[in-house]
C-alpha cells in the first residue's frame, strides 16, 4: 500500500512538472515576441528621429512603456510557473493552482529589481538620441553610465568555446540549461559524447557539468542573438559617426 501511495505522489509531481514546463516554454515563446517587438520599435523611432518627427517617436516610446508592462508580468509569470514545477509537493487536500500561481508571482515581484535587466526604454531613449547627439552623454548621465548601459548582454560568452565561431554566427546555437553559456550545437553535443558522463562547460572557469538533454535552444536563445546582433550594428554606426565629427572637427581648425 504505501509503495502504491508513494507511486501516485511520483506520477502527481511528474505531471505537474510536464506542464509547468510546457507552460514555461509557451511563456517564454511570448516573451520572445515581445524583445522582437520592442527591437523593431526601436528601430522604427530611429528612422523616424532621423526624419523629425517627434511626435510618431513619442508615441512609439508609450507603446515600450506598455510593452514593458507586458514583458514584466509574462516575466513575472515564468518565475511563478518555474517555481511551483520545481517545489511542488501534493498534500492530503487539493490544491488551490490558482492561488498557489497567484502567491508565486507575487514573491518574484517582491523580489525582483524595479527595473528590468537591459531597460529596454533606456535602451529606446538611447538609440534615439544617437541619431543627433552620437557620442554625447544623455541628459543627466556621464559617458559611463551610457557605456555601462549598451554593453550589457543576457549573452554569457561572445563565441563558441569549442568552435570558436561568433556566437552571431553559429549555424545551430544551444545554451546550457545550468550555466548559461553558447556553443555550436554539434559541436557540443560531440564534445559531452567524448566525456561519457564527466562533461564539464568547456567555457574557461565554469565548472558546471552538462548533459546532451540540458544544452538545448531555449525560446529566448535566438532573441538573445538577435538582439546581439542589433546592438553590435549600433555600437558600430556610433563610432562611424564619431570618427567623422573627429575629421570634421580637425578640418575646421
Known sequence: MASTSASRHDAVIGRIRNAA?????DNHTVIGEIRRALGMIKEIAVDLEKDNQSQMVKELEDATIQL??????????????????????PGTELTDFKKLLVDEDAKSRAASSSVP???????????????????????????????????????????????????TELAEPVRSVECKHIYEKNAIQAY????????????????????????????????????????????????????????DEEHSQ
Not at 21 to 25: I, K, P, Q, V
Open 68 to 89: 514593458m508592462e507586458a514583458f514584466g508580468d509574462c516575466t513575472h509569470h515564468s518565475a511563478a510557473i518555474q517555481s511551483i514545477g520545481n517545489t511542488y509537493q
Open 21 to 25: 514546463t510546457t507552460l514555461y516554454n
Open 117 to 167: 535587466q537591459n531597460d529596454p526604454l533606456h535602451k529606446f531613449r538611447e538609440a534615439v538620441w544617437n541619431v543627433h547627439h552620437a557620442g554625447e552623454p544623455m541628459p543627466g548621465e556621464e559617458q559611463e553610465d551610457i557605456v555601462m548601459t549598451s554593453t550589457q548582454s543576457n549573452i554569457l560568452n561572445i563565441s563558441c568555446p569549442l568552435s570558436g565561431k561568433p556566437i
Open 192 to 247: 559531452i559524447k567524448s566525456k561519457n558522463a564527466n562533461a564539464r562547460c568547456p567555457v574557461a572557469g565554469c565548472p558546471r557539468k552538462l548533459q546532451v538533454s540540458k544544452v538545448v535552444c531555449d525560446p529566448l536563445l535566438l532573441v538573445d542573438i538577435d538582439e546581439m546582433r542589433r546592438t553590435s550594428k549600433e555600437a558600430a554606426r556610433t563610432d562611424m559617426i564619431e570618427d567623422f565629427t573627429a575629421v
